[in-house]
């Protein structure tokens, strides 16, 4: 089992910035995706940032130059710093991870742009 906790949602104006983390715990060994999804209203669940293969990054084209995806392996979290937030930006973000071909889910933490 793999757990995974979301951190760091909020209201933000456009053009500004947020900080997302997700604390990961449990069985960690053998994860070999991990990253970031969202979910707007009446919208599917998209990828966002993810690490393949160890520190491969793969972005959204809508997010590229804006978000960063990051990790800190000792505390065994991963972080999404988002810059230059935009109100299409609004959704329910979520932390998910691969293992061993399950995937696992956060609770997942509502980011909120303000035009």
């Known amino acids: 089992q793999v757990q995974l906790a979301e951190s760091g949602g909020g209201l933000v104006q456009t053009g500004g910035s947020l900080r997302l983390s997700c604390a990961r715990s449990?069985?960690?060994?053998?994860?070999?995706?991990m990253g970031w999804y969202r979910q707007a209203p009446g919208k599917q669940r998209e990828l966002v940032a993810i690490f393949t293969s160890g520190d491969t990054t793969t972005y959204a084209d809508s997010v590229k130059g804006r978000f960063t995806i990051s990790s800190d392996r000792a505390k065994n979290t991963v972080y999404l710093q988002m810059n230059s937030l935009k109100p299409e930006d609004t959704a329910v973000y979520y932390c998910g991870a691969t293992r061993f071909g399950q995937d696992y889910w956060g609770q997942g933490t509502q980011v909120t742009v303000s035009s």
């Open positions: 449990g069985s960690i060994f053998g994860i070999n995706v």
